[in-house]
């Protein structure tokens, strides 16, 4: 059983007295140890579904249908049992706040975009990375405060000691993003969601946080949900990545598979807008219009959301390109766990 199952999970977002679908209906798993990319165009829905797994998600948004399974060793009322050889199932959708809280930045950790507004301004960063530790069952400060020093020792920082007693404005932008992820590492959690961490930074900064990463992957056994709208990122650090587009996966499977035998338009199109060295001095490659507004999609007819903007339905007859605007594609296994949404998978792969 894989350490997350997702299945069938919408959220929607509350305008006005309606209620509008933001996530459609996906399914995916992540596998305990393995890093898995979510990718797409911003306004995709990725963001949403990752602060889905640990109920983060903002007032106004909820989920409206699926399951979600943790495997893990947690009982239902949100304990880790100690001593037990085997993995307990929890749905994480049943459970209450108290028991979501035992496993928020224990189990189950997250990593947000901006570490600045993540990060409180008053409170020293040492402080910060304890507290994660007092709050699930370290009440020895000392301890506490040693494991601190330990893993900004890891991440990398020359003088642990300094930016232990630092406060988050004396460090730059690429410092707080390695104490967030301190933060959600320090209790070597399960599942790690890492939304969009290195997107700002410097390439050489952003080098480092990947490599913090694969490192809490490597040496902690941390599973890793890397999100990103950077497909030249994804490739380098995740071994499996789905492909998110309109609140829809319309394709996923092993990073490697995807790139060089991509079955969806819109991945292809994703694939084709990385620079490339051999294309210096030639216009990128890009995917005409843009994601619809969630508004849109509901006044859409039932068909693919990609259908106004994919290339393979101008070169496809009547009857194919009926068929796309009509129902959504049903999901086809092209093997080894490639699997794409897409009535004309091979115009697209031609």
Request: contains cysteine.
């Amino acid at each position: 059983m894989a350490l997350l199952e997702i299945r069938n999970l919408s959220i929607a977002i509350k305008q006005n007295d309606t209620m509008l679908t933001a996530v459609n209906g996906i399914s995916f798993n992540i596998e305990a140890g393995e890093i898995v990319g979510l990718a797409g165009e911003s306004g995709c829905g990725k963001t949403l579904t990752a602060l889905s797994i640990p109920h983060l998600l903002p007032e106004a948004v909820e989920i409206t249908g699926g399951r979600m399974t943790f495997n893990a060793d947690i009982s239902p009322n949100g304990n880790t049992q100690s001593g037990k050889t085997g993995n307990s199932p929890v749905e994480i959708l049943s459970l209450d706040e108290e028991a979501l809280c035992r496993i928020r930045g224990k189990d189950i950790s997250m990593i947000f975009q901006e570490p600045r507004q993540s990060l409180n301004p008053l409170i020293r960063i040492g402080a910060q990375i304890a507290e994660t530790l007092e709050l699930h069952g370290i009440n020895d400060k000392k301890e506490a405060k040693a494991a601190a020093l330990d893993m900004l020792e890891k991440l990398g920082f020359a003088d642990p000691t300094k930016i232990y007693h630092a406060y988050p404005h004396q460090l730059s932008g690429g410092m707080c993003q390695r104490v967030m992820i301190g933060i959600a590492a320090i209790c070597r959690p399960k599942l790690l969601i890492a939304d969009e961490p290195a997107t700002a930074l410097d390439t050489a900064i952003q080098d480092q946080i990947l490599e913090l990463l694969a490192h809490i992957n490597r040496d902690f056994g941390a599973a890793i949900l890397f999100i990103s709208h950077d497909l030249s990122v994804v490739r380098r650090f995740c071994t499996r990545f789905l492909v998110m587009y309109a609140g829809r996966i319309v394709e996923q499977g092993p990073a490697e598979l995807l790139f060089t035998s991509p079955a969806h338009p819109y991945t292809r199109g994703l694939i084709g807008a990385i620079p490339r060295r051999e294309q210096r001095g030639r216009a990128l490659a890009n995917i005409p219009g843009r994601v619809p507004s969630i508004e849109s999609i509901e006044d859409q007819l039932p068909g693919c959301p990609f259908a106004p903007r994919c290339p393979a339905i101008r070169c496809a007859d009547s009857q194919a390109r009926n068929c796309c605007l009509t129902a959504f594609p049903p999901e086809t296994d092209l093997g080894k766990g490639h699997l794409a949404r897409c009535f004309m998978i091979g115009a697209a792969n031609g």
